[in-house]
């Protein structure tokens, strides 16, 4: 649908001229197309940010610069996002979460393009096979080390999920030039590059090893995180808007304990650290989710924490292998009893809202638009694994691991994970 000036002013019940004058000020967001004769035609999305205009100036009585502020920041946030309209880059797209925010983008929103941007050409070719050469994916090769490369990654694209990272606690801890490399650099050319190309918004992903982090992984992953909220700053007046999802382990990602303890089962022993260990779990579905959620509500430099439930990880050495023996191998370094989703100094700043947990930035430049609602949490609030008031007992996790087994792009089978 496309109308002309005067159907607008019907429409919106706006005189013509204050469309025009309207039309000069907002300039980057009202973007009318021209006939061959010249005249305007105002796309409904024109129209929807006209109505925000109005709704702004005349309903929430703020100036022209004041709703050019609420508008950079976000308002369009609280209309859900027309997914169909919107062309993604997804850095580590062909990684655990990369395939299935794939999956569920294409079954379920259907974007313009997602552009996957990775190193390995090998996982790409088998990603491109598994997904059918599904021609609204497409493989870019390239590290978030190379800032040139994601710049031109990112021409043209509105969203961006930045989900590439190295993540073995122990790989880290042994390679720590490479892991600030791309954890840390990688975060800041991202940053660069979506500024740079004006993209509206970009989610990264985090981790609960950023908080209070006791190995190098989670230090670099802090980093990373303070370096998104505080990418808003460095956009200024710029649209694009950084927030981050911070999540505990996704149920049988690569690397992690239940491919272990699956594999182990066969020797008929199964390691574990210390038997009073907990975690949080999350699955790649829940995951998704967040980041879907981060995107519709953050006006920019929040944390998104999901409530999910933790286990014990003897309950998940027993739903796994009951009959194996248990051989206690000792707390590793770099690895903590309890994971934390929030830290103790985030509390104050944080609410619960619509199922999650949302720590606001502390920042003199931060004006909370959305979030109505929301409900402030003791300003000693913490979320921990240990904690938690939701936990997955043994028959639960027995039915995650043997049960809920779901068809992902490029397996045969997995178990509940890419
Ligand atoms: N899995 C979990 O339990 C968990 C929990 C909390 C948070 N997270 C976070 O979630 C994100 C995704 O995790 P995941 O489980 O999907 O990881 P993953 O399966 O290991 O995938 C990592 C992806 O990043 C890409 N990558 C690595 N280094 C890169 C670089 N320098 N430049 C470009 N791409 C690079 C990898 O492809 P190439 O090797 O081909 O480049 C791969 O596509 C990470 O940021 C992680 O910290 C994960």
Redo the contacts with the bound molecule.
Sequence with gaps: MSLRIKQVSQELDLPVSTIRYWQNEFEEFVNPERTNGGQRRYSEKDISVLGQIKDLVYGKKKTIVQAKKVLNKGVKNMNAIDWNEQAILL????????KHFCRIMLEKYNPKVIRI????EL??HEMRIAFKDDPRLRFFI????DGDRLRRAMDGVDMVV??????QVPACEYNPFEAV???VH?AQNVIDAAIDTGVKKVI??????AVNPVNL?GAT?LCSDKLFVQGNAYAGEKITRFACV?????IG????VIPLFLEQKKSGTITITDDRMTRFW?TLEE?VELVLKAFHYMEGGEIFVPIIPSMRIMDLARAIAPDCKIKNIGIRPGEKLHEALTGEDEGRNTISYKGMYVILPAMDWWEQENYRGGKKLPEDFIYTSDNNQSWLGVEELRRIVYGDIREVPGKEKEQAV?
């Design positions: 850095t580590g797209g062909t990684g655990s979460f990369g941007y990775s190193r390995d996982k790409q390239g590290d978030v080390r930045h989900a590439a990272a190295l993540k490399k791309t954890n990688g990264a992903l985090s981790t609960d090893k992984y992953k911070r999540y505990g382990n996704v990602s690569r690397g992690s999350i995951a890419a």
